[in-house]
């Protein structure tokens, strides 16, 4: 079993940065890929970026985030980040991380049903 833990959400104004962070507990189980999705009120959950072996860190990015967020993985804390820049309203939502015990295919990077393993999520809020 794999225990993900979410945090550094919070409120920040259009144009400002967020980092979230995620430990990961492995209490017998093992994490290969990991990974940041989101979900905004009303709508369905979507793949923010991932790191999806253990060993070259290949990183996949959504579109929609690509030059402004960065995905990062310490390997000896088992933790990975998200750096959040040039946030907009549109990336409120609530941010999970996820993880597998297998490293995961570019294709199925980004796909929320490759993870076994999920945080309680943090909420990223933009407004002004």
């Known amino acids: 079993q794999v225990q993900l833990v979410e945090s550094g959400g919070g409120l920040v104004h259009p144009g400002g940065s967020l980092t979230l962070s995620c430990v990961a507990s492995?209490?017998?189980?093992?994490?290969?890929?990991m990974g940041w999705f989101r979900q905004a009120p009303g709508k369905e959950r979507e793949g923010v970026a991932a790191?999806?072996?253990?060993?070259?860190?290949?990183?996949i990015y959504a579109d929609f985030v690509k030059g402004r967020f960065t995905i990062a993985r310490d390997k000896a804390a088992k933790t990975i980040s998200l750096q959040m820049n040039s946030l907009t309203p549109e990336d409120s939502a609530m941010y999970y991380c996820?993880?597998?015990?297998?490293?995961?295919?570019?294709?199925?990077?980004?796909?929320?049903?490759?993870?076994?393993?999920w945080g309680q999520g943090t909420q990223v809020t933009v407004a002004s």
């Open positions: 996820a993880a597998s015990p297998l490293g995961l295919p570019r294709a199925w990077a980004l796909n929320g049903s490759k993870y076994n393993y």
């Open positions: 492995e209490l017998g189980g093992s994490v290969i890929a």
């Open positions: 790191i999806t072996t253990p060993y070259n860190d290949r990183t």
